[in-house]
């Protein structure tokens, strides 16, 4: 065998070992992070207050959503979007979606009782808040929700008055 041939024997040796240590290195990898990266950016873009930008997400992360919970995830977060978005039939009709397929996910009953305080629907935002607060009752979310809906159909009267008129008082100096 010449040097040359050695070498590519020596070569080939090595690209198949290198191979095949990245084979296995492939199939023992453990990939740690969002199965949906649309869907997680999405909710991210919601959470930062662009709504706008969290749907188009969402929607995307949507079409690939591989499983029935993400899809749920998914649809909430549209929901809450289309809800900052102030788009209530829509938001509402991704809420309906979520709750016909899981009638125990607490959040889809948050957001459409915020949606029925908004639409004046008072009785129905009631209902949906004591089915959430049945599923996670120390829920801040469905607190806050709470009391949107008590602050609309029993709003508090100011017990202090402040009278800032400027009118003189008789026998006080204004300078």
């Keep these: ?20 240590t990245d ?3 492939q199939a023992n990898k453990t990939v740690i992070g969002p199965t949906n990266p649309a869907l997680q950016e999405g909710a991210d873009a919601l959470l930062a207050g662009d709504a706008e930008e969290g749907v188009r997400l969402t929607l995307m992360g949507l079409r690939y959503a591989n499983s029935s919970r993400n899809k749920q995830i998914g649809m909430s977060n549209l929901c809450a979007g289309y809800l900052l978005l102030d788009q209530l039939d829509t938001a509402l009709s991704y809420c309906n979606q979520v709750l016909e397929k899981n009638d125990q ?13 908004k639409q004046k629907r008072y009785e129905e935002a009631e209902q949906d808040l004591q089915k959430g607060e049945a ?13 949107m809906l008590l602050d609309e159909t029993n709003p508090v009267a100011p017990a202090i008055v402040i009278d800032d008129r400027r009118s003189p008082i008789p026998g006080v100096d204004e300078n």
């Design 105 to 117: 996910y607490w959040r889809a009953y948050s957001n459409r009782a915020l949606i029925y305080v």
């Design 1 to 20: 065998m010449t040097s040359g041939q050695r070498l590519y024997c020596v070569f080939m040796a090595a690209l198949l070992y290198l191979s095949g």
């Design 135 to 147: 599923i996670s009752p120390k829920s801040r979310t469905l607190q806050a929700v709470r009391t």
């Design 23 to 25: 084979v296995m290195a």
